[in-house]
């Protein structure tokens, strides 16, 4: 069963829809949506571990400019 983990990702002031195509590229991804409220954009991705999450966070998104800060939240049940 792959690891799914939501992430919430805050863009700098007119950096969404730019953010939101890079993600989209990443692999992983399943869906990359804007939103609104304190949050620009969810994220869903699903991998076959949780090393292979954290390392599409840290070594892939936090490199991605525009992105301010995220906040990930594994799904422990689906």
């Avoid at 304190?38 to 525009?66: C, K, N, R, T, Y």
Wanted: charged fraction near 20%; include cysteine.
């Amino acid at each position: 069963m792959a690891t799914r983990a939501f992430i919430l990702v805050e863009t700098a002031v007119g950096e969404t829809s730019a953010v939101s195509d890079a993600l989209k590229e990443m692999p992983m991804m399943k869906a990359v949506d804007t939103v609104t409220g304190p949050f620009d954009i969810i994220a869903v991705v699903e991998a076959d571990d949780l090393q292979s999450i954290g390392d599409l966070i840290s070594d892939g998104m936090h490199g991605v400019p525009g992105i301010v800060k995220t906040v990930t939240c594994l799904s422990v049940r689906s």
